[in-house]
C-alpha cells in the first residue's frame, strides 16, 4: 500500500511532537510568597530575596565623628586693605603681590590735585596762625599801654585760638596721609602693618577715585599674615553644644591629601544664616608653613560625644513623610518595619535615640526591595499598603 508525500510528512511531525511532549521535565513547583501579618513581612524559609537583605547590628553610640564644611580666608585681624582717600594718579609702584613689608613702606605713589589742595589749607592754615599771633603780640603791648581796650585784647586772643586749631586740623590731616610741609600734590600709599602683600589691584597711569572703595570693591593694596588664616565653618543647630569657642577641630584639605591641620574655634555667630540655614564658626589655623591658601576649600572635622542612642548605617534609614523608619529582622524570617527617632544624620552613619535598642538587626542592604515586598503582601492580603520609601540622602 502506497502512501501519499503530504501524508508522510505530516505523519513524521506527529511522531516529532510527540517525542518532544514525552522528553520536557517537569515542572517546578512555584517559590511561596511571603505574607504580612501584623505589620510584619514573613519569608518562607530558604526563600531566595533572603539572601539579597543585608543586616546590620545596632550599636551603642559613643563617639561621633562630625564633618562641616569650611573656608579658609584672610586673618582679618592681620590685614590690611588700602583704598584711596583722594583722587589721582598713579604715578609709580614700589609694591607687588608676594613682596614682605613692613610698616610705613610706600606701597605706590599718587598724583593728586585734591590731595595738593590739601597740602595747601594745611600751609595757609600755618600762615594765618603765624599772622594772628604776631597781631596778638601786637594787641597786648597795646592792651599793656593803655592803646586798646580789653575787648581788642580779647578778641585777638580768640582770633589766634581758632587759627591754631584751623592749623593743627589741617596739619593733622596732611600727616595723616604721609604728606610734608611742601605742597607737591604726591601721596603715598603706605603699608599700615607689617606683612605680605597678597592683592594689587592698580597699573601705572590709572585713575584712582574715593567712591571707588567700599564693600564690593576691589582694594589698591590688601596686606596680610599668611602665617595665621581663619578657617569658616558651616555649623548645624545640632552641633553648636559640641563647638563652643576653644573647641579644636581638624581641618583637611582636597588638594593636600593625607595632611590634617589643626584649628581652634574663636567665635561662633549669634544667628542662624536665613538662605543656607547654618551658623557660621570661625576657626584660626596655624600656616607656619604656607601651604594653605586662602579660599580653599577645606573640610572641618571633630569627636561628638554621645551619651545615649545607637548608630546604624545610614542606608538602614528610610523617611516616609516627615517620619523615618528602619526594618528590624526578627527571628524565623521576619522583618518589622518600624518608626525611630533620628538624632543625628551623618553621611555614612545616622544615631536614633528612640524606637531602637542595641544589639538588635536592621536591613541595610536591599531595604527597598523589601518595601516593595511588604506593599504587595499587603496588597494581596486587602491591607492599608505601606508606602513605598526614599532613602534620605
Given at each position: ?224 599674615d599668611p602665617s595665621v588664616l581663619w578657617a569658616q565653618i558651616d555649623a548645624r543647630e545640632v552641633d553648636l553644644p559640641s563647638v563652643q569657642p576653644g573647641t579644636r577641630v ?144
Amino acid at each position: 500500500m502506497k502512501y501519499s508525500p503530504l501524508f508522510s510528512r505530516l505523519m513524521l511531525a506527529c511522531l516529532v511532537t510527540l517525542s518532544a511532549c514525552h522528553d520536557a521535565p517537569p515542572r517546578m513547583a512555584a517559590t511561596p510568597q511571603p505574607i504580612v501579618q501584623n505589620n510584619q513581612l514573613r519569608f518562607p524559609s530558604e526563600h531566595p530575596q533572603l539572601a539579597l537583605l543585608g543586616t546590620a547590628t545596632a550599636a551603642q553610640a559613643k563617639n561621633l565623628t562630625i564633618d562641616l564644611p569650611a573656608r579658609l580666608i584672610w586673618n582679618e585681624e592681620r590685614t590690611q586693605r588700602i583704598y584711596p582717600a583722594f583722587s589721582g594718579r598713579v604715578a609709580t609702584i614700589h609694591a607687588d603681590v608676594g613682596r614682605p613689608v613692613h610698616t610705613g613702606n610706600v606701597l605706590a605713589e599718587l598724583a593728586s590735585p585734591e590731595f595738593g589742595a590739601a597740602q595747601a589749607d594745611a600751609a595757609r592754615a600755618l600762615a594765618d596762625l603765624q599772622w594772628m599771633q604776631k597781631n596778638l603780640g601786637r594787641q597786648t603791648e597795646l592792651f599793656e599801654a593803655g592803646i586798646v581796650a580789653r575787648k581788642d585784647l580779647e578778641q585777638a586772643q580768640a582770633d589766634a585760638a581758632r587759627a591754631k586749631a584751623e592749623a593743627e586740623r589741617a596739619q593733622a590731616r596732611v600727616r595723616l596721609y604721609g604728606g610734608g610741609a611742601d605742597v607737591n600734590q604726591q601721596l603715598a600709599l603706605r603699608a599700615g602693618i607689617p606683612g605680605v602683600v597678597v592683592e594689587r589691584n592698580l597699573n601705572p597711569s590709572q585713575e584712582v577715585r574715593p567712591d571707588q572703595s567700599g564693600p564690593g570693591m576691589p582694594a589698591l593694596f590688601v596686606i596680610t599674615d599668611p602665617s595665621v588664616l581663619w578657617a569658616q565653618i558651616d555649623a548645624r543647630e545640632v552641633d553648636l553644644p559640641s563647638v563652643q569657642p576653644g573647641t579644636r577641630v581638624s581641618l583637611s584639605i582636597p588638594s593636600l591629601p593625607g595632611q590634617q591641620f589643626e584649628a581652634t574655634i574663636t567665635a561662633v555667630a549669634d544667628f542662624i544664616d536665613p538662605m543656607t540655614r547654618t551658623i557660621k564658626l570661625r576657626a584660626s589655623v596655624n600656616n607656619a608653613h604656607r601651604l594653605l591658601k586662602s579660599e580653599m576649600l577645606a573640610t572641618a572635622r571633630f569627636e561628638r560625644k554621645l551619651s545615649a542612642g545607637v548608630m546604624v548605617p545610614a542606608t538602614a534609614v528610610f523617611l516616609r513623610g516627615t517620619q523615618h523608619y528602619v526594618f528590624v529582622k526578627l527571628p524565623g524570617g521576619i522583618f518589622e518595619p518600624r518608626e525611630v527617632k533620628v538624632w543625628h544624620e551623618g553621611p555614612k552613619e545616622v544615631v536614633i535615640g528612640e524606637g531602637l535598642k542595641e544589639g538588635e538587626e536592621v536591613v541595610s542592604e536591599n531595604g527597598l526591595l523589601l518595601a516593595r515586598e511588604l506593599r504587595n503582601a499587603q496588597e494581596e492580603a486587602h491591607q492599608k499598603p505601606l508606602a513605598i520609601p526614599q532613602v534620605k540622602p
